[in-house]
């Protein structure tokens, strides 16, 4: 998934992962559930990045048992978006991009405060 905050991506993914029968790994739930909203937190970056590294080897191990795997990510950065798609060539893994192109006025204005 690729796309601003609040363009619907974690929707979006949902509507795959049962259409699809896929896991979806979302970093911002796992990042709640063991953290808090801490986005202020002078952790919350390095937090992240730890909970995205960890839910990239579930990822490998779901994969490798055949079941396909959304990665709600974000994805902003096109460095980012090469590196994961590398990592998939490394497993073998056919990898595609969902990118929600959304104008900020038509995003989920409660999240934007």
């Known amino acids: 998934m690729?796309?601003?905050p609040c363009s619907?991506?974690?929707t979006l993914a949902r509507q795959l992962a049962s259409t699809h029968r896929?896991?979806?790994l979302t970093p911002d739930e796992w990042h709640t559930r063991l953290f808090?909203?801490?986005a202020d937190s002078p952790e919350h970056d390095v937090r992240h990045s730890v909970v995205e590294s960890l839910q990239w080897e579930v990822a490998v191990q779901?994969?490798?048992q055949n079941v396909d795997v959304i990665l709600d990510f974000g994805f902003w950065s096109k460095s980012e978006r090469e590196d994961y798609r590398s990592r998939g060539d490394e497993i073998?893994?056919?990898?595609?991009?969902h990118y929600l192109n959304v104008p900020?006025?038509?995003r989920d204005r409660h999240y934007l405060s």
Do not use: H, P
């Open 22 to 24: 896929a896991v979806r």
């Open 104 to 106: 900020e006025k038509n």
């Open 8 to 10: 619907g991506k974690t």
């Open 62 to 64: 779901v994969l490798y």
């Open 92 to 97: 073998g893994a056919e990898m595609r991009i």
């Open 2 to 4: 690729c796309g601003l």
């Open 36 to 38: 808090g909203q801490d």
